[in-house]
Nanobody, 117 residues
Framework: QVQLVESGGGLVQPGGSLRLSCAASGTIFSINTMGWYRQAPGKQREFLATMHSGGNTNYADSVKGRFTISRDNAKNTVFLQMNSLKPEDTAVYYC???????????WGQGTQVTVSS
């Protein structure tokens, strides 16, 4: 069973930064994609960024230039560095993993990010 555990959320002022982490545990094929999504109250879950184990990245236009995804393959951990945060970035942020061997996808429990003065 694969488990994803996010950390790093919290309250930050507009213009501030946060770094989210997500650690995956369990049996995971070495070739996989890990990424981040978010869901604000009353809205659908939104794609933010993904990073393949080979290094390719993909970003939503809404966060390009402000958010940076990175990962430590040895530790099955993915990070999301969020800069220049805005109140509209307030949401629950979810980690996602797609295992390319099994084609199964997994979600973390989510971590709350609140941007407010």
């Amino acid at each position: 069973q694969v488990q994803l555990v996010e950390s790093g959320g919290g309250l930050v002022q507009p213009g501030g930064s946060l770094r989210l982490s997500c650690a995956a545990s369990g049996t995971i094929f070495s070739i996989n994609t890990m990424g981040w999504y978010r869901q604000a109250p009353g809205k659908q879950r939104e794609f933010l960024a993904t990073m393949h184990s080979g290094g390719n990245t993909n970003y939503a236009d809404s966060v390009k230039g402000r958010f940076t995804i990175s990962r430590d393959n040895a530790k099955n951990t993915v990070f999301l560095q969020m800069n220049s945060l805005k109140p509209e970035d307030t949401a629950v942020y979810y980690c996602h993993l797609e295992d390319w061997a099994t084609r199964r996808a997994y979600w973390g429990q989510g971590t709350q990010v609140t941007v407010s003065s």
